[in-house]
């Protein structure tokens, strides 16, 4: 059996597209390698949401030459939001790299590389056609199922255009997948042994929108909740203007969707948000936490914010502290502005300084840091459901599981725990994990 070896930078979307490349390739008599050395076909999938993102490409490329020059026969492969957005480019740009595939080409994968390989010829393939089989369900592989949470992507692409992201413009328009093939997935992963499902979408709140007839998210959730051994649901994203109060309705009343909503605000001042074509004022964006807060008490809210985006002052950042001080998040995921390529914001006038773009990311990330730790250190004492993932990062004589709000718990255990829902006690918390004790 031929070798390949899988790289995978960026988003849970990524990583899920290289699990469908990992699962195509291997009905092409691919198996896949974790030794890069070892392998005839190495594949780069790829992340634009940041320059600094991007850069990782590049290093790498640059890093796989060697390999390149000791084995003429290898082919290397660029997928992922870099190849789309850079195409021919990249070929040029890296003499050694024999194919770019954009981001809905991955089915033709084995084609593409048969050609490289017949021909030996460099190919660069960005098309984005429409009806694209990206959203059909996969050929079943026997055996392939395995572990206890896997993800499903219900959608595709992104059609709000925040004027700072690549996003829309690297993975094409919005297209949601049909709900009847979600739902088969989801079974089929079920009766597999997978207990935890992420639904993934850039902006899952609008799921069916584009699709005559469809089902709202909402509803998706009402069906997946009937699935036979499916213990818990969580999704991943939610765009505040699109958060309906039937998806808020959701939480606490399915039983098996987990207490925990990732909800990025972005920035907290009304004017920022504006400019970043979000669609919602500070104003709403509480209110909805408010109601989500009213409807699930235990709710965990995360969210993601962007700072020094261009002729963002101190008053503005200011109100997005303000905002972080009220809404006391669970966790914060913050990002210092990247200029990307292409993007409406990409010439806004007005650019913050690095430096003080430094400044205010340690400032709110400081605040932050202190915010998720007296949260978790609330939790001492309380024994909590934990669905068991796999060992420890730290010491693998210790479980590593997470609650239903999304916490990282560790605890030891006897061997027979991997997959099951135990309850556990919190005895320390730390910043990004508890640790506890079986109950
Ligand atoms: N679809 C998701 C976000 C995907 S990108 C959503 O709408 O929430 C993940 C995060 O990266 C975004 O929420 C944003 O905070 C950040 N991000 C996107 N573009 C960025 C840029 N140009 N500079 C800095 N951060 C960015
Ligand atoms: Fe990017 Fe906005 Fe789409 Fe999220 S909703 S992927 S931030 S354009
Ligand atoms: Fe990155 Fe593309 Fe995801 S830009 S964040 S890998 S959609």
Known sequence: MRQVHITT?????????????????????????????QADLILVNTCSIRQKAEEKTYSLLGRLKQL??????????????????EGKRLLERVPHLDLVFGTRLIHQLPDLIEKVRRERSRLSRTE?????????????????????????????????????????????PEESRPSQDILSEVKTLAANGVRETLLLGQNVNSFGQNRMGEISFALLLHRLKKIPGLERIRFTTSHPKDLSAELINCFGRIANLCEHI???????????????NRYYTRETYLEKIVQLREG???????????????????????ETMDLI?????????????????????????????????????????????????????????????????GTSKKTTQDWMGRTRTNKIVNFPGPSDLLGKT?????????????????E
């Open 9 to 37: 930078f960026g988003c849970q979307m990524n990583e899920k597209d290289s699990q469908t490349i990992a699962r195509i390739m291997a009905s092409y008599d691919y198996q896949v390698t974790e030794k890069v050395e």
């Open 68 to 85: 390149k020059n000791s084995n003429p026969g290898l082919i290397i492969g660029v997928g992922g939001c870099v190849a789309q957005q």
């Open 128 to 172: 984005m056609d429409p009806g694209e089989p990206y959203l059909n369900p996969l050929p079943a592989v026997p055996g392939f199922f395995q572990g206890v949470k896997a993800s499903v992507t219900i959608m595709q692409g992104c059609n709000n255009y925040c004027a700072y992201c690549v996003v829309p413009l690297v993975r094409g």
């Open 262 to 276: 990732h909800l990025p605000v972005q920035s907290g001042s009304n004017r920022i948000l504006r400019k970043m």
């Open 296 to 318: 699930c008490p235990g709710l965990a809210i995360t969210s993601d914010v962007i700072v020094g985006f261009p002729g963002e002052t101190d008053a503005d950042f200011e």
């Open 325 to 389: 001080r009220t809404v006391q998040y669970d966790d914060l995921f913050s990002f210092k502005y990247s200029n990307r390529p292409k993007t409406p914001a990409s010439n806004f006038p007005d650019p913050v300084p690095e430096e003080e773009k430094s400044r205010r990311l340690n400032e709110l990330q400081a605040y932050q840091k202190k915010v998720t730790l007296s949260k978790h250190q609330a939790m001492e004492g309380t024994v909590q459901q934990v669905l068991v993932e």
């Open 422 to 438: 135990v309850p556990v006690r919190i005895e320390k918390a730390y910043v990004h994990s508890l640790k506890g004790s079986l």
